[in-house]
């Protein structure tokens, strides 16, 4: 450390505590006019209205933006209920970085929503915001790193926000007290910059003020009452207010308002700090302010404040520091405007990677940091919309990243609140990814991860390992741990790929081939010629039964309701004829229906039918039995013939069909058997108790030892089920895509008499013609495969995007599926697809790649050839 900064840093302010300084971004560049960076006068404390539509609880910057879009949207009796002041919370000490970059997909959407709105704000509401935009560059140092914005390039060239890869060159000319010794490259964004919180907050409400929404203040809430209408009683010490909805947008108090309608949100609080630095000759001496730089190595953001700079370090998850005691004994009473105390030498290590990238911090004085609380999730995502369990109860909370979230956050919600549907698809927010099986351990474990990974590579296929396993696993667990590389899929641990002697194991992740290649290929094989055996524990499986239960999932699914015995792939579609959901859908009794869905979309799934059951005044029962059922996925041409040695049932191709289920006894134990298999290959699904998963596994490969059964993992499946053609839902369907564009017209029937939500809207759609069409593409690559949302490219203008893909062991050669123009989706059509940094060409295939057995063996019956 340079001796100017240890001077410097015996010369530091005592960290505030308890007061009010107004935002960091009141001290910005643009000197603030009106009445914005002033305190608020507080109104004089008042319920004002007994009823409203909407309760929000919490006046932070989230909770304001909704009743900000709530209110432009029309509705009326829009209230927000603020305990003590707007910003009050997280918001008001914010750094206020906004930036359009997102690694998500769908979260570039809330991100660029915000910024257009942030621009226009001050002109609305005659607030000024202190919104600065001198874009920002994320700095690579590796040529990992390099990479990483070369896959990150691919990804967002299909969004309209400006991104640009640019040279050293380029970044010392945007920034130029930038040490470029270790700069290979940048990642630039034009449009980002940062905001004063405090008056974005301000010129929200008085924009939600405008439009008729109420926000009180300081009025608490103190418990929730729900009524058996679905209503609340909005429990405060000024009275009650009964609300058709709450909205749980209380930052890091969320959990306490959780714990009032029985729910243990998976928050945490975590300690961030930011330093100011005093007036920085060079700084000074500039004649346009620097653009934000992210230095992803050295892991922190950095911008100009005044004629200073700013920044924040994120510590490494074993430095860095919970407030795990908030969530055992909840906030203390009067937290909210203080500051926790600063730690320098937490953070010095990042203080010197900045002094070494901006040498003229080296002879900055510090002259104040911010250490304050921001409310973290297991994955650092917030968690938004309704929450499953509790009917009218939605949240908007857990934001690692509020400022940027709150705008595009607040239009999102309003527009799902106010149309019964999310306007587009961000699953990835959905709060019931989470369950029971987030305890406040794993929370932790994961926050501090999540938090010291901030600016770690975000590889394809990313694992991570804080926190695992949790409770939630498998009955095979033990018996696979050691011999597979596992993944996470919502508290389940999955095989992904089986090691073998020789192979390379672990998890060694890359944006190119590495160790798994070789041994899925072998896995492939093993399916595709011999049998293999998965556990698919993870499904969601429900039973539904009950004297509505028929007219229930014929309202519900697009397909038609399965006969006893048999099995349907059927899909929930949203009123505007979206896919909210596929299940596979067993008719075990009359009346009784056994439904799975994917590991990740169990509580979405319920929630949305449990919802539809209310609605409705269905007489129907639903039972989630995800974590007492196991599953074992059994495929590949001796698939029968296993299985038939563990049973005197015939399993025949003329006794068990295709799509028929069943109960049958394995070596005497108990399974729900549907003959049916993502692979495409003849095989089963076994629904068995968890507790019998070894005793069952175990004798199934105690039956296959002279057809040298053996195991595979979810890798080898996806490229099974790629080569296919089957979509996966969460990547060719999701509430961005109707069932017609995603080529599932076999299973949607419009002409079935049960009016299923989203027949109407997609008989329009069908009518009016469709725009674009998923499409098979092959390529050849180079030792790179496209993994989904990669651009697609047509005579050099991007038209389209991946959803997923693989290498095709079968074709040996790349293969994706892509959403392209209709007019570009015809069978031969010649195009390239984006993979790091390179255009592949690329050519349309008749699909499927393979056949799938249940067709072959169809075609050989007729004495066709099976070949695809
Ligand atoms: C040091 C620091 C720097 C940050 N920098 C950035 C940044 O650069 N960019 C960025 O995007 N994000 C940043 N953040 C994160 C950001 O501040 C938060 O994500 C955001 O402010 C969260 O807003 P919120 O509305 O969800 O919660 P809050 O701002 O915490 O608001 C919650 C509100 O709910 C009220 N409340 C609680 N309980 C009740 C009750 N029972 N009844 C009524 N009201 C109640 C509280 O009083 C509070 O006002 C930073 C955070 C910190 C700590």
Request: charged share 25%; net charge neutral; hydrophobic share 35%.
């Amino acid at each position: 450390m340079g001796t100017v900064l240890r001077g410097a840093l015996r010369r530091l302010r005592p960290p505030r505590r308890g007061g009010w300084p107004g935002p960091p971004g009141a001290a910005g560049l643009r000197p603030l006019g009106g009445g914005a960076r002033g305190r608020e006068e507080n109104p004089s404390p008042s319920l004002g209205k007994d009823r409203a539509d909407t309760v929000i609880i919490g006046g932070g910057c989230v909770g304001v933006s909704l009743a900000y879009h709530l209110s432009k949207a029309g509705m009326k009796n829009v209230v927000l209920l603020e305990k003590s002041e707007l910003t009050a919370g997280s918001t008001w000490h914010a750094a206020g970085l906004t930036t359009y970059f997102h690694p998500g997909i769908n979260l570039k959407k809330i991100h660029s929503y915000s910024i257009k709105l942030y621009e226009n704000l001050e002109e609305e509401t005659g607030q000024v915001v202190g919104f600065h935009q001198p874009g920002s560059i994320r700095i690579a140092s590796t040529p990992t790193r390099v990479d990483e914005f070369k896959y990150q390039m691919t990804r967002a060239g299909w969004h309209p926000t400006e991104q640009y890869l640019i040279t050293p060159e380029k970044v010392q000319e945007l920034f130029p007290l930038l040490n470029m010794d270790t700069v290979l490259a940048g990642l630039y964004n034009p449009g980002d910059g940062h905001i004063d919180p405090y008056s974005l907050t301000m010129a929200l409400a008085a924009g939600a003020r405008k439009y008729g929404a109420q926000l009180s203040y300081p009025v608490q809430v103190t418990n929730l009452n729900s009524r058996s209408d679905g209503t609340w009683e909005v429990e405060t010490p000024l009275g009650v207010i009964q609300a058709k909805r709450v909205v749980n947008t209380a930052g890091f108090w969320a959990h306490e308002i959780g714990k009032m309608v029985g729910l243990q949100h998976p928050l945490i609080p975590v300690h961030h700090q930011y330093v100011v630095t005093s007036s920085i000759p060079e700084v000074k001496a500039l004649k346009r302010e620097l653009p934000v730089i992210r230095d992803l190595e050295g892991s922190y953001y950095l911008r100009q404040e005044r004629d200073g700079l700013l920044f924040g370090p994120y510590e490494r998850q074993e430095k860095m520091k919970l407030q795990d005691s908030w969530v055992t004994n909840g906030v203390p009473p009067g937290f909210g405007k203080e500051l926790f105390e600063s730690d320098l030498d937490r953070i010095m290590e990042h203080i010197e990677a900045a002094m070494e990238m901006v040498p003229v911090l080296k002879q900055a004085d510090i002259i104040n940091t911010i250490a304050g609380p921001i409310t973290y999730s297991p994955d650092i995502l917030p968690m938004v919309g309704p929450h499953q369990g509790v009917r009218n109860y939605w949240v908007a909370i857990g934001f690692g990243y509020g400022i940027i979230h709150a705008g595009g956050i607040g239009k999102y919600l309003s527009d799902w609140i106010l149309e019964g549907e999310p306007p587009f698809d961000l699953v990835e927010l959905d709060p019931n990814r989470y369950g029971k099986w987030t305890t406040t351990e794993y929370t932790a474990a994961k926050a501090r991860e999540s938090y010291g990974f901030n600016n770690i590579v975000g590889y394809p296929k990313e694992e991570r390992f804080a926190g695992r396993p949790t409770k939630r696993v498998s009955g095979l667990y033990d018996l696979l741990k050691s011999k597979c590389s596992m993944g996470f899929h919502a508290g389940w641990e999955q095989p992904h790929w089986f090691y073998k002697p020789g192979d390379e194991t672990g998890y060694k992740p890359s944006f190119r081939r590495t160790n798994w290649f070789d041994p899925v290929g072998r896995e492939y094989k093993q399916v595709m010629e011999k049998v293999g055996v998965i556990d698919l524990s993870p499904f969601g499986k429900f039973k539904v039964k009950g004297t509505d239960s028929v007219k229930l999932l014929d309202h519900l699914f697009a397909n038609v309701v399965p006969k006893v015995g048999s099995t349907n792939i059927s899909h929930m579609l949203t009123p505007r004829g979206k896919v909210y959901a596929e299940l596979t859908v067993s008719q075990l009794y009359p009346g009784e229906f056994m439904l799975v869905t994917g590991s990740g979309s169990e509580l979405h799934d319920l929630r949305w039918i449990e919802e539809e059951v209310v609605r409705g005044g269905y007489k129907a029962n639903i039972e989630n039995m995800t974590d007492e059922m196991g599953v074992l996925g059994v495929a590949g041409p001796y698939a029968r013939h296993v299985l038939q040695k563990l049973t005197t049932e015939d399993l025949s191709d003329s006794s068990f069909k295709f799509l028929q289920s069943r109960h049958l006894k394995l070596s005497d134990i108990a399974v729900t058997a549907i003959r049916i298999s993502y692979t495409g290959e003849l095989g089963w699904e076994l629904y068995h108790r968890k507790e019998d998963a070894v005793a069952l596994y175990s004798a199934i490969m105690e039956a296959g030892q002279k057809e040298q059964i053996d195991n595979f993992g979810t890798y080898a499946l996806n490229a099974l089920r790629l080569e296919k053609g089957f979509r996966a839902w969460g990547a060719e369907m999701n509430c961005d895509t109707n069932p017609l564009e995603a080529g599932l017209e076999y299973f949607i029937k419009l002409n079935k008499p049960a009016d299923f939500i989203g027949k109407q809207a997609l008989k329009q759609i069908k009518e009016k013609g469709l725009k674009r069409r998923l499409a098979c593409l092959t390529l050849k690559t180079d030792n790179v495969d496209p993994e989904g949302n990669e651009s697609v490219w047509h005579n050099g203008k991007v038209i389209g995007n991946t959803t997923s893909g693989c290498f095709s062991y079968g074709a040996q050669q790349s293969l994706a599926f892509a959403y392209v123009p209709t007019e570009l989706s015809k069978v031969g059509q010649n195009l390239e697809v984006e993979l790091l940094g390179k255009n592949y060409s690329a050519t349309i295939i008749q699909e499927p790649l393979v056949l799938t057995e249940p067709t072959r063996t169809r075609l050989q019956r007729k004495g066709r050839s099976p070949k695809a």
